[in-house]
């Protein structure tokens, strides 16, 4: 046994060090693919953005839970409201309207000193 051990120290060594390596970038690994594990951030987005439906989701993966959206058709405010949504939430606000042919709606969301925006333009195909 000890010449075994004497002979491959080394291959046993290596076999060693890649076994604890593969496991502690796992664990990692694993950290990382959370949304929430020591992030900042929130999303914006079409449910549908190929639809004439103007409904948008936010997904927060923040520490704020503070969201107020605005809708603007062409330049004109047309809806607002605030939502209230935790860390690891997503919510969907359905948006209806009509008379919307070729015209740009922009969907202003802003929380905390975060301001993002969306856009679409329906056409009538």
Do not use: C
Not at 38 to 65: C, M, Q, R
Request: hydrophobic letters at 35%.
């Amino acid at each position: 046994m000890y010449t075994f051990l004497k002979k491959n120290i080394i291959i046993l060594s290596l076999g060693i060090f890649m076994l604890s390596s593969l496991f502690y970038l796992a664990l990692i690994e694993r950290k990382q693919q959370d949304p929430n594990y020591g992030k900042d951030w929130w999303a914006l987005y079409f449910e549908n953005p190929k639809s004439n439906s103007l409904d948008f989701t936010i997904e927060n993966h923040s520490g704020v839970e503070s969201f107020q959206w605005e809708v603007y058709l062409e330049k004109s405010k047309t809806y607002e409201g605030k939502s209230e949504l935790p860390k690891g939430g997503k919510k969907t606000i359905p948006v209806s309207a009509s008379d919307l042919d070729d015209k740009k709606v922009t969907i202003r969301v802003s929380a905390g000193e975060r301001t993002q925006e969306i856009y679409k333009i329906i056409t009538n195909d």
